[in-house]
Every structure is written in C-alpha cells, then in structure tokens.
C-alpha cells in the first residue's frame, strides 16, 4: 500500500484542522488504519487507530474527545478532523497501514505514509 498524507498547516490554538492519507497500490478496505504523530525531539506516539470497516476506533487519551480519525474506502482515503487544537499538537503526522486489525503498537503498521506538518501556534 502506498500511502500520500496531507492537509497539514499552520493552525491557531483553539482552532481545527483535517489531514487526509490516500491510499493506493492495494485494496484499502483490507487494512485497519492509524494516524502516529512525531514531535520535536519526541519519539513517535500513536494518535488513533480505525478498522478496515470504519466500525472500530481507538484514541490517545491526549486526543479523545477532540480528535476524529474516519475513512471512506470508496475514495480510499483515510481522515483524521482534528478539532480544538492545542500547541502540543505540534508534530509531523503520519498515517499507517496494517493487516493486524485495530492496533495501536506502531510495530505492527507494515505501510507508511511521508509525514505531514502541522504547527499549532498558541
């Protein structure tokens, strides 16, 4: 699978934001997807994790409640609406693939996509 992320900014604290992850090369539906995220100086952590069917979500505790991760495997595009956004959002954003189901454990993601930047300025 390859994967394109985008949408990616700059954003104020407070405001909103939504970053998309195409998909190719293989049939998406067969693949839970993940959003991870890199900050500076940070290791990378995961965000959250949806299933091949959309049916099954799971969240960060930093992100529950503010953050949306959803997908339409029509256009074989994963989406993470990112909402009331915080500084320490800050981070290169990355969206993954795996055969493993809903996971949140990086190590079992075998696709992953470039990165896309986001800043939230406070």
């Known amino acids: 699978v390859q994967l394109q992320a985008s949408g990616g900014g700059l954003v104020q604290a407070g405001g909103s934001l939504r970053l998309s992850c195409a998909a190719s090369g293989r049939t998406f539906s067969n693949y839970g997807m993940g959003w991870f995220r890199r900050a500076p100086g940070k290791e990378r952590e995961f965000v959250a994790a949806?299933?091949?069917?959309?049916?099954?979500?799971y969240y960060a505790d930093s992100v529950k409640g503010r953050f949306t991760i959803s997908r339409d495997n029509t256009k074989n595009t994963l989406y993470l609406q990112m909402y009331s956004v915080k500084p320490e959002d800050t981070a290169v954003y990355y969206c993954a693939a795996t055969s493993k189901g809903l996971t949140a454990r990086d190590s079992r993601y075998e696709y992953w996509g470039q990165g896309t930047q986001v800043t939230v300025s406070s």
């Open positions: 949806i299933s091949w069917g959309g049916d099954g979500t």
